[in-house]
C-alpha cells in the first residue's frame, strides 16, 4: 500500500511541474530563451568573486557566438553561391 501512495505522490509531482512549465499564461518560450543566452553569454554562472574567471567566460563566449555566426554565414553563401 505504501508503494502505491508513493507512486501516486510521484505522478501528481511530475504532472504538476509539466503543467507548471507547459503553461500558456508563464512566460514565453522566446522570452525564456532570451534570457538563457543572455544569461549564458553574461557568464552569470561564473564566480563573480573572481573578476578574471567572469571577464575570461564573457570574452570566450562572445567569440564562440561570433564563429558561430560566421561559420553560419560561409555556410550560407556557400550554398547559395554553389559548389
Not at 16 to 44: C, F, I, M, N, Q
Not at 49 to 63: F, K, M, N, S
Not at 64 to 69: E, P, Q, R, S, Y
Amino acid at each position: 500500500m505504501a508503494g502505491r501512495q508513493d507512486s501516486d505522490n510521484e505522478s501528481r509531482r511530475i504532472l504538476e511541474r509539466v503543467g507548471r512549465e507547459t503553461e500558456p499564461a508563464g512566460t514565453s518560450l522566446v522570452a525564456r530563451t532570451a534570457k538563457g543566452v543572455r544569461d549564458h553569454v553574461a557568464a552569470s554562472d561564473a564566480d563573480r568573486a573572481d573578476p578574471i574567471e567572469v571577464w575570461g567566460t564573457r570574452i570566450g563566449r562572445i567569440l564562440g557566438l561570433l564563429l558561430a555566426l560566421g561559420l553560419m554565414v560561409w555556410l550560407v553563401l556557400f550554398l547559395t553561391r554553389g559548389s
